[in-house]
């Protein structure tokens, strides 16, 4: 992926060698090379479209890191507050365009990924904007925050798989498969996200927690506990979180309202239910050892502790 980012720019081959130095897990391009070894056999097209996949997601980041007015990332400073965010977002625009001409470049089906990327990327923004606008009022419910999580995290790990399975000619029913598969294993992603944000210190992490909060974002741990109460009980703790912009120490009520309920507890049980969609999803799929290790993924998204 280095040479791809290369450049004539010095600043912007400066700043892509330091991203370079914290890549995070790189889960979907591993998904994608997993995806395509248990299809068929790994080729040039699943190399661009993994590298492709991973430099969407960084791309997205840059931008989040700009909205967000974050200032760390993977526990080194973000490119915004490294540079500026101006700097940010036209690097974010940079990785974007590297990971269409990666896809257009490769020789299977490069048009049919190309859609599949192209809607991902509007599953992302909608996502965004989604819970941006129900933050405003605190009035998301669940159906809006599977929506949510899907467009922002689990519809690129669904075009990672597809896209893998169709670089090595899979058929139409594996690539269902494989796509089934993925959804379920993003959005177990996600919610472990939201858990952490929750139980864990920062330091164990290696990013802010308790952001989601103090953003105003009601996800599945807060959801599984208003479940548990009152209608009226539920309106009060959504007033709560709707007033945390202007009095922060309302997120402390909100969290020790979450533990009390046991709204993580319940998160985790329907965390695992979606990774044992995503495991269910292979069964028609040939044994081999990258199917195998497909199914130690699933069990590690839920099990990690960062």
Same mark, same amino acid.
């Given at each position: ?83 500026? +965010? ?11 365009? /590297? ?17 599949? *990327? +192209? ?26 925050? *599977? ?19 169709? +670089? ?20 177990? *992603? ?5 858990? *952490? ?41 959504? /007033? ?29 049980? /329907? ?9 269910? +999803? ?25």
């Amino acid at each position: 992926m280095n040479v791809t980012l290369k450049s004539d720019v010095d600043l912007l081959d400066f700043t892509n060698s330091k991203l370079m130095e914290h890549p995070g897990k790189r889960l979907r391009p591993s998904l994608a090379l997993l995806v395509a070894g248990a299809c068929g056999t790994v080729c040039d097209s699943t190399y661009r479209y993994a590298a492709a996949a991973e430099l969407l997601h960084n791309a997205t980041l840059l931008h989040d890191d700009v909205v967000d007015g974050a200032t760390q990332r993977r526990g080194v400073p973000t490119v915004a507050a490294m540079l500026n +965010s101006p700097a940010a977002v036209l690097i974010g625009d940079y990785w974007l365009v /590297k990971c269409l001409t990666l896809v257009l470049n490769a020789k299977r089906e490069p048009e049919r990924v190309l859609r599949i *990327f +192209s809607s991902t990327l509007g599953h992302l923004t909608k996502g965004e904007l989604l819970q941006m606008d129900r933050a405003s009022s605190a009035g998301t419910d669940e159906s809006d925050y *599977f929506q949510i999580i899907y467009g922002k995290t689990a519809s690129l790990f669904e075009a990672a798989a597809m896209s893998a399975a169709i +670089s090595v000619e899979a058929s139409e029913e594996t690539i269902a498969a494989v796509a089934d598969y993925a959804r379920s294993l993003g959005l177990a *992603f996600q919610i472990k996200d939201d858990i *952490f944000d929750y139980t864990f210190p920062s330091d164990a992490i290696g990013k802010p927690v308790g952001i989601d909060l103090l953003e105003q974002k009601i996800t599945l741990p807060l959801l599984c506990a208003l479940d548990s109460v009152s209608a009226e009980e539920s309106l009060s703790v959504r /007033k709560k979180v709707k007033g945390i912009a202007d009095n922060p120490a309302l997120a402390d009520e909100v969290r020790a309202f979450v533990m009390e309920h046991q709204g993580v507890e319940k998160a985790i049980v /329907k965390m695992y239910d979606y990774v044992q969609e995503a495991i269910s +999803s292979l069964k028609n799929l040939p044994e081999s050892k990258e199917k195998s290790y497909l199914v130690q993924l699933a069990r590690f998204v839920a099990d990690r502790n960062n």
